[in-house]
């Protein structure tokens, strides 16, 4: 199977300030490593996740992100600098949880197929209740 390599240097982040700011993250993050820029803005490979806390409410940062370095190893260097690591801003502080897009993906599937072993599960204890 072939390897990715823009999703082997992609990072999740996550439990960071939701206040905290694409530059701020390219200065901390690069630090690991040169990250990666969009051939067509120019501008880092910074991603902050997005959600709407009701509907009709603008969209907030959740304090989740992702940052693309240029290559693999600085991806790993990341992890290894900042996982579980405190982020300070103003007086609070932050553990991160920093690990690749890959590993990501893998506790996502594996989320994902505890539910499906969940709600199977659960439906075949409601029909053996029905039967009783």
């Not at 902050?48 to 806390?53: G, T």
């Not at 900042?82 to 506790?107: E, N």
Request: with cysteine; hydrophobic share 35%.
């Amino acid at each position: 199977m072939a390897t990715n390599k823009v999703l082997d240097s992609r990072v999740r982040v996550e439990d960071m300030p939701r206040d905290v700011t694409e530059e701020d993250m390219e200065k901390f993050f690069s630090i690991a490593g040169t990250i990666r820029r969009d051939p067509a803005t120019g501008l880092p490979q910074i991603e902050r996740a997005l959600w709407r806390p009701r509907p009709g409410h603008p969209l907030v940062p959740n304090g989740c992100g992702s940052v693309t370095f240029t290559n693999v190893p600085a991806a790993q260097h990341a992890v290894e600098l900042f996982h579980g690591k405190k982020f300070v801003r103003g007086s609070r502080q932050y553990l991160a949880a920093v690990y690749t897009m890959k590993a990501h993906l893998v506790i996502v599937r594996a989320k994902h197929l505890e539910l499906k072993e969940e709600i199977k599960e659960r439906k075949a204890r409601e029909a053996r209740e029905e039967r009783e």
